[in-house]
């Protein structure tokens, strides 16, 4: 099984201790009640930064760490098991691996301090559609003179109610543009919408947007190889936060097993129940291989990134469901309760199912990548 590094295991613990500590999953109920239009804690986002989280990604050149998809991994699973809402995936992860990528080095001049430091949030704008079909984008991009003009609509845009800048994959003349977009270019409209889970995403509507030429990030002819690097990069990291969820859900549920007591016995002491969460552990820890494998292969490169990648997001949307529900059934008529926690890991589990893909997407994918 692939081991953890010292450094990672103390990047993990650290993200751990300072989330349980800052930000636990009671707080998601308390922002929600609070009906923040901004959806998560400023002060805390800003915590992240302080902490070196936000900056992950982000070459040293440009005031961050320069670590890999594998480090954003290991924080990911650390906001699962807190939930609570930041700008992370969207900014520091999905636009700040782009620009590092991609972008000039104005655009990460520019960008990549900013993100770093948590000064900006910078959304990234694929999906069109009520599931996910990156492959048929309706957004058009044309040349207009020396720039572009962008028209088209986008939803379920993650942090789009709050970005600074959009990143838009749109079609045009001889394949994909990614274009920077400012969220206060003429021709945009942002509609904040927010998920069962409480937290935000919106949909976003390009009306006749002029951009200059500098907004193309990479090129036209590499757009397309980029939109399906930075979907992996998206996915394993969502599969990463899914598998937070689902262990933290099991710790739970094992500690409730230990502490509840019916016909005079604690109910983890009933053989059925044993069971199921011998197998749900088995679930967990094959997810945790997979997915460890998949990041690797994401920062080397590696040709079989894209398979994996399909196969972990698979796995950890389903051990999630399945870490969910059985967190439900064990814990009784209290589990789906507001007041129990164990409600709102389901309620997050269900939206990153979704996110880039669901596991049947996935399984479509790795049958696809396998010659089926």
Same mark, same amino acid.
């Given at each position: ?220 002819? &590499?757009?397309?190889?980029? #939109? $399906?690097?930075? *979907?992996?990069?998206? %996915?394993?990291? /969502?599969?990463?936060? @899914?598998? =937070? ?89 209290? &589990?789906?309760?507001?007041? #129990? $926690?164990?409600? *709102?890991?389901?309620? %997050?589990?269900? /939206?990153?199912?979704? @996110?880039? =893909? ?15």
């Amino acid at each position: 099984m692939w081991i953890l590094s010292d450094e990672r295991r103390m990047l993990r613990d650290s993200a751990r201790g300072f989330l349980e500590g800052q930000a636990p999953a009671s707080h998601v109920r308390q922002l929600r009640d609070a009906e923040d239009p901004r959806g998560y804690a400023p002060a805390l986002w800003q915590a992240f930064a302080d902490q070196g989280y936000s900056a992950t990604l982000v070459p040293e050149a440009h005031g961050g760490i320069g670590l890999g998809v594998t480090e954003a991994g290991l924080i990911a699973e650390e906001l699962g098991r807190t939930l609570r809402p930041t700008p992370f995936f969207s900014t520091a992860v999905l636009a700040a691996w782009l620009l590092r990528e991609a972008g000039s080095q104005a655009q990460q001049a520019c960008w990549l301090p900013r993100i770093a430091a948590a000064e900006t949030v910078v959304a990234v704008a694929v999906d069109e559609h009520a599931i996910h079909r990156p492959d048929r984008l309706r957004a058009i991009a044309k040349r207009d003179g020396d720039g572009w003009r962008v028209d088209g609509r986008k939803q379920a845009v993650v942090d789009g109610h709050v970005a600074d800048a959009l990143l838009v994959a749109a079609r045009c003349e001889g394949g994909i543009a990614w274009l920077l977009v400012p969220r206060d270019s003429d021709g945009v409209t942002v509609e904040r919408t927010v998920m069962v889970d409480s937290h935000n995403a919106a949909r976003v509507q390009f009306e006749n947007v002029r951009l200059g030429a500098d907004a193309l990030v990479g090129t036209v002819a &590499g757009g397309a190889a980029l #939109l $399906d690097r930075v *979907l992996d990069v998206g %996915r394993v990291v /969502v599969a990463a936060e @899914l598998l =937070g969820i689902a262990d933290e859900v099991f710790t739970r549920t094992v500690a409730y097993l230990k502490e509840r007591r019916q016909f005079g016995r604690f109910i983890g002491e009933f053989q059925a129940l044993q069971h199921r969460a011998a197998e749900l552990w088995c679930d967990l820890e094959l997810t945790r291989a997979i997915l460890r494998q998949a990041l690797a292969d994401v920062d080397a490169g590696a040709p079989e990134a894209a398979l994996h990648v399909a196969q972990a997001k698979a796995r950890a949307a389903l051990t999630a469901e399945r870490a969910v529900a059985e967190g439900v059934q064990m814990h009784g008529g209290i &589990g789906v309760t507001d007041e #129990l $926690d164990i409600g *709102l890991f389901l309620k %997050r589990a269900r /939206v990153l199912q979704a @996110l880039f =893909g669901d596991a049947f997407s996935q399984l479509d994918r790795v049958a696809i990548l396998t010659g089926y």
